[in-house]
Nanobody
Framework: QVQLVESGGGLVLPGGSLRLSCAVS????????MGWFRQAPGKERDAVAA????????YYADSVKGRFTISRDYAMNTVYLQMNSLEPEDTAVYYC????????????????WGQGTQVTVSS
């Protein structure tokens, strides 16, 4: 059973940066594509970024392109989301998720989910 644990959320000023981490355990990390998703109050869970099993392909929502970067560290079994130039609209609970091999930007394609970490962008 794959287990995912997010960390790194918090309160940040507009224009600031945060780096989210998601530690993966329970199976071979390189078997899985990884995604980051977010859910704001009263809204659906949306895809933010995804990365393929080998790190060769990355995908981003239009709203975060040029500001967010997804990466993965195979030695640490961890996937990261570097978030720069944060805006109040980025406020949400951020979740990481895993699915076998192929990365997609569809919530329903992912089999394993973390518990989420809150990101609040406010002055």
């Amino acid at each position: 059973q794959v287990q995912l644990v997010e960390s790194g959320g918090g309160l940040v000023l507009p224009g600031g940066s945060l780096r989210l981490s998601c530690a993966v355990s329970g199976d071979t990390f390189s078997n899985y594509a990884m995604g980051w998703f977010r859910q704001a109050p009263g809204k659906e869970r949306d895809a933010v970024a995804a990365i393929s099993w080998n790190g060769g392909s990355t995908y981003y929502a239009d709203s975060v392109k040029g500001r967010f970067t997804i990466s993965r560290d195979y030695a640490m079994n961890t996937v990261y989301l570097q978030m720069n130039s944060l805006e109040p609209e980025d406020t949400a609970v951020y979740y990481c998720a895993a699915r076998p091999t192929i990365a997609t930007m569809n919530v329903q394609d992912y089999d394993y989910w973390g518990q989420g970490t809150q990101v609040t962008v406010s002055s």
